[in-house]
């Protein structure tokens, strides 16, 4: 499992590029993606996990 996920897609969030495998340290980058375009939606794919969490948070309380 540790190497299918270090050949995956990772979004680079200092540089805005997307990186295949473990190229950047892991501060700096977001996934892992099972593709190329999925990780070049990276801060679209956070803000809607995140809005989502924040709905169901809300609801829980």
Do not use: C
Request: charged share 35%; proline share 3%; net charge negative.
């Amino acid at each position: 499992m540790a190497e299918d996920i270090e050949h995956r897609y990772w979004y680079n969030l200092k540089t805005g590029e997307v990186e295949h495998g473990f190229v950047s340290p892991s501060v700096d980058r977001v996934g892992p993606f099972e593709t190329h375009a999925e990780a070049e939606r990276a801060l679209e794919i956070l803000r809607a996990n995140s809005a989502k969490w924040a709905e169901e948070d809300a609801q829980e309380s």
